[in-house]
T-cell receptor
Framework: SQQGEEDPQALSIQEGENATMNCSYK?????LQWYRQNSGRGLVHLIL?????REKHSGRLRVTLDTSKKSSSLLITASRAADTASYFC????????????FGKGITLSVRP | NAGVTQTPKFQVLKTGQSMTLQCAQD?????MSWYRQDPGMGLRLIHY???????DQGEVPNGYNVSRSTTEDFPLRLLSAAPSQTSVYFC????????????FGNGTRLTVT
């Protein structure tokens, strides 16, 4: 079963705007990862946040984690047309060794 | 660096045929896995391996076999292809540490008629 659920399923914004994507999960985690998938390609790792971290930044990306609510959000600031892609969250469950399951993803469209 | 290499990129099979999807990585990763991606279903884990000689089932293992005789290679075998196995297949690898990100190949698009 998929452990992470992304919300919304689709998001369309204008270039320069910020994009916020959310992820919820059900059980305790070691970390939570976000990935991007461009059309026709494999997934690319964006950022990993550990269960004892609350916020992490990487360039224009900001990820937050609230373990009490079992949720995470990914913020892309000053979006560009090149950010158009699908985004997936992947919570790494406690005790799951390296196994990683993915949600259904969010389709982000950034209009020029 | 080649990273994770999947072959072939595209394949068409008839129902009942068998084939092997190849996956190789050159990063000395202990962990390797196979996913299938279908519209509206996201990525679903088929099989995974935490090291040579060790494999385990994921969410949707039926109809697929795997083996891991070397660290580098993790082939996925379809024993008797069915139209329900039409999908895009991704191989991914990582270090065994739970804090290591997955590296994905670019996928194999399989159609079963």
């Amino acid at each position: 079963s998929q452990q992470g659920e992304e919300d919304p399923q689709a998001l369309s914004i204008q270039e320069g705007e910020n994009a916020t994507m959310n992820c919820s999960y059900k059980t305790s985690i070691n970390n939570l990862q976000w990935y991007r998938q461009n059309s026709g390609r494999g997934l690319v790792h964006l950022i990993l946040i550990r269960s004892n971290e609350r916020e992490k930044h990487s360039g224009r990306l900001r990820v937050t984690l609230d373990t009490s609510k079992k949720s995470s959000s990914l913020l892309i600031t000053a979006s560009r047309a090149a950010d158009t892609a699908s985004y997936f969250c992947a919570p790494r469950l406690t005790g799951a060794n390296s196994k990683l399951t993915f949600g259904k993803g969010i389709t982000l469209s950034v209009r020029p | 660096n080649a990273g994770v290499t999947q072959t072939p990129k595209f394949q068409v099979l008839k129902t009942g045929q068998s084939m092997t999807l190849q996956c190789a990585q050159d990063m000395n990763h202990e962990y390797m896995s196979w996913y299938r991606q279908d519209p509206g279903m996201g990525l679903r884990l088929i099989h995974y391996s935490v090291g040579a000689g060790i494999t385990d089932q994921g969410e949707v293992p039926n109809g697929y076999n795997v083996s891991r005789s070397t660290t580098e290679d993790f082939p996925l075998r379809l024993l008797s292809a069915a139209p329900s196995q039409t999908s895009v297949y991704f191989c991914a690898s990582s270090y065994r540490s739970g804090n290591s990100p997955l590296h994905f190949g670019n996928g194999t698009r399989l159609t079963v008629t």
